[in-house]
């Protein structure tokens, strides 16, 4: 059986450059080699209400938002289902199931979870929807018999109840679900990008990100305070590369092309970086070489934005013939687990 490919994001905000290199990016290369039977991505509206219950009009307005960002950044429609996950109610139904397959202290022991939970000051209030959004994504996935997800590294554990899942059914009710697998991208920093705050990861509700819709002038300012060496104060002192946010971000976009073209004094990143260690190479400078770099990346991205959020009746189109595909598929795979299950009314029906 050939790939089948299933990625997805919460609608809780715009996406960022660590979706970029976290999962974007990847997914782009993907659709471009073509190596797939079918190819999801899906908006998870349901599970960003988990943590967003009091803020539903958030989450409906970030979903187009979302499809926006997808598109412009390179997803293209006519290769990739978009869909929305509450457009797809027989997920629900296969979670249902699937809840009876996994225990709650395995979610509470999960790490990507009790981050979150942590997170989210959920230690007293835990939403049960919350605790099960690993259960629910195991049916997003699993409904379409995908085996490829591309994700960034907070996602791994989160998959890992997935493959769980997929084998206590197997075992359970009949061979149905094959191996999945979560592709992350080829360097550690572009997994888990940290935020501009230089604590946590890169994230929507943290309020640490560069979105890839902000325009030059919000770019520029908030690189100009991002978080670097606190010990670098004179240009001359010695600075410090690692839990630099400045270095972090160059690790994951720089080329040396980019030396050429905005910083031709020095060759590389390597060498860059030993200057700046050795001292006498400012804040300010590396900066701006970063701004640079991501406005040059930024700036094709805000282009294809504006032209869609012109034809903005085209992308809800977009998201309602997906959002039915998707749900077609779905239901194929509900009727299959209802009979391995031997869960048919069949003779009901007949009644
Ligand atoms: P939220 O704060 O609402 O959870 P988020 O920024 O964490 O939002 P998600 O929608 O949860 O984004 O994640 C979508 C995908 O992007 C997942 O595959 C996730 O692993 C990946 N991702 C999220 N943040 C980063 C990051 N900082 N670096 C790399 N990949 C990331
Ligand atoms: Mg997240």
């Known amino acids: 059986m050939k790939n089948i490919i299933l990625t997805g994001d919460r609608p809780t905000g715009n996406l960022h450059i660590g979706h970029y290199v976290g999962s974007l990016k ?10 797939f039977e079918q190819y999801y991505v899906m908006i998870a509206d349901t599970q960003a209400l988990t943590d967003n219950a009091n803020n539903v009009d958030k989450v409906k307005n970030n979903i187009i938002q ?3 960002d997808y598109i412009s ?4 429609p006519n290769k990739v289902c978009i869909f929305i996950q ?3 109610p027989e997920l629900f139904e296969i979670t249902a199931y699937f809840m009876n397959l996994v225990s709650v202290s395995r979610l509470q022991r999960n790490p990507t979870i009790k981050d ?16 099960n959004y690993p259960v629910s994504q195991a049916a997003d996935i699993l409904a379409f018999n995908a085996n490829i997800v591309p994700v960034g590294e907070d996602q791994i554990p989160v998959i890992e109840v997935t493959r769980e899942v997929a084998h206590s059914f197997n075992n359970c009710y009949g061979q149905i679900f094959r191996e999945v697998k979560g592709l992350l991208p080829q360097t550690k920093i572009c ?7 230089g604590k946590l990861k890169m994230s929507k509700s943290a309020g640490n990100s560069i979105y890839l819709c902000d325009d030059e002038k919000t770019v520029r300012e908030k690189i100009m305070s991002a978080y670097t060496d606190p010990g670098h104060i004179k240009v001359s002192d010695p600075g410090k590369i690692e839990g630099n946010i400045v270095f972090a971000y160059l690790d994951a976009f720089c080329r040396d092309e980019h030396f050429q073209k905005y910083l031709p004094e020095y060759q ?14 400012g804040d300010v400078k590396v900066k701006l070489f970063l701004n640079s770099i991501v406005n040059e990346l930024l700036s094709p991205i805000r282009e294809k934005r504006k032209q869609l959020e012109e034809n903005i009746d085209d992308v809800y189109q977009i998201l309602f013939d997906g959002s039915l595909k998707a749900r077609a598929a779905a239901q194929q795979t509900l009727a299959k687990m209802k009979d391995a299950m031997g869960l048919d009314y069949k003779k009901l029906q007949n009644k």
């Not at 950044?73 to 293209?76: E, M, P, S």
């Not at 997994?191 to 705050?197: E, N, Q, S």
Request: glycine share 12%; proline share 4%.
């Open 86 to 88: 509450s457009m797809v």
């Open 26 to 35: 990847t997914r782009i290369e993907l659709q471009n080699q073509g190596d």
């Open 191 to 197: 997994a888990r990008l940290p935020g501009l705050d």
């Open 116 to 131: 979150e939970i942590k997170q989210r000051g959920f230690d007293k209030s835990l939403p049960i929807g919350f605790l």
């Open 66 to 68: 979302v499809a926006i």
């Open 73 to 76: 950044a390179g997803i293209d």
């Open 268 to 281: 590389n990143l390597k060498q860059l970086k030993e200057h700046y260690k050795k001292g006498g190479l």
